[in-house]
């Protein structure tokens, strides 16, 4: 098949290489335009847009898609499919009927659970059991289409990071099977229960909450790893917490109990498994406190 693909984050990086893998023709790769990113601030354009020109494919990087020049550009692809894997701009109707087949987008949720930009974090968030993956025949609601094949796996103590690689390698394999033959995977509506909405995460969310219950603060860890990193803030220096398990103790919320820097929670406690200072690597507690010493009864927010 001819097949325009969308994506930029690595959540969409596999999909594009099972595309290529599979033997169809990516006619072109858009992409959100390059950020600035790193100490010297400079353009770094995104993990798709690399991996497309590393394949010899034309990037396209419109701020928009609302331009009637780059929606005829689009358009003038002659493409069989448009495939969309976290793209993050918005497709108008005229681009979404522009391809013979639509646009199918992989969606890191089992809808209609989950609809919007971050359902893998929300999904840990809330203590879902199980998520998924679904293809989606796109429409011009958010994330309201119909779903042509679904892939689903168990939560258990995965991280955000985790559960992405595990659904974008998911997402590529059912990609590639849905467009070997989409007769046999005919798109099905989605149910009009259960629907609940993932919003773009805030910054802010990843500050650890230790007044609430020590399940729902070692979810915000995973929730937040790789980013933006779940933290707490002492002596004005920012520490995030990247793995931590539960622990049967009790304190006022936000106390550090021992030094191995278990933290009270409303009920229960965390204790860290790996941390990370501002600017440093990550690295084990113990690692933590030889030089940046907590003392037990410290109180952390």
Not at 254 to 271: H, K, P
Request: proline share 8%; net charge neutral.
């Amino acid at each position: 098949m001819r097949i325009i693909f969308m994506g930029t984050p690595d959540f969409a990086v596999p999909v594009l290489q099972a595309l290529v893998d599979a033997g169809h023709t990516v006619v072109a790769a858009y992409s959100q335009p390059p950020r600035r990113a790193g100490r010297g601030k400079a353009l770094t354009p995104s993990p798709v847009h690399r991996t497309a020109e590393g394949l010899g494919i034309e990037v396209r990087t419109p701020v928009s898609l609302r331009d009637p020049e780059v929606q005829a550009d689009f358009a003038a692809l002659a493409a069989d499919v448009a495939v969309v894997a976290a793209y993050g701009l918005l497709l108008p109707r005229t681009v979404l009927d522009a391809p013979m087949l639509g646009c199918l987008n992989v969606h890191g949720s089992l809808l209609p659970r989950w609809r919007g930009a971050a359902p893998i974090q929300r999904a840990i968030l809330a203590g879902d059991t199980e998520t998924g993956v679904g293809i989606m025949q796109m429409a011009a609601g958010m994330d309201t289409g119909p779903v042509r094949l679904e892939g689903r796996t168990p939560i258990a103590a995965k991280t955000a990071g985790q559960l992405a690689a595990e659904l974008s390698a998911m997402g590529a394999r059912l990609m590639v099977e849905v467009l070997a033959d989409p007769d046999r995977y005919p798109p099905v509506a989605q149910a009009a229960e259960g629907v609940t909405h993932a919003p773009k995460i805030d910054k802010a969310e990843a500050r650890l909450r230790f007044d609430a219950e020590a399940v729902d603060v070692e979810r915000q860890v995973r929730a937040f790893n790789p980013a933006p990193g779940a933290f707490f803030e002492l002596a004005g220096e920012r520490v995030r917490i990247l793995a931590a398990d539960r622990i049967d103790a009790g304190g006022l919320p936000g106390e550090v109990l021992d030094d191995r820097l278990t933290i009270a929670c409303a009920d229960g406690a965390i204790r860290p498994t790996m941390v990370q200072r501002a600017g440093r690597g990550a690295m084990a507690p113990g690692d933590l406190l030889n030089g940046f010493p907590i003392a037990a009864g410290s109180i952390l927010s």
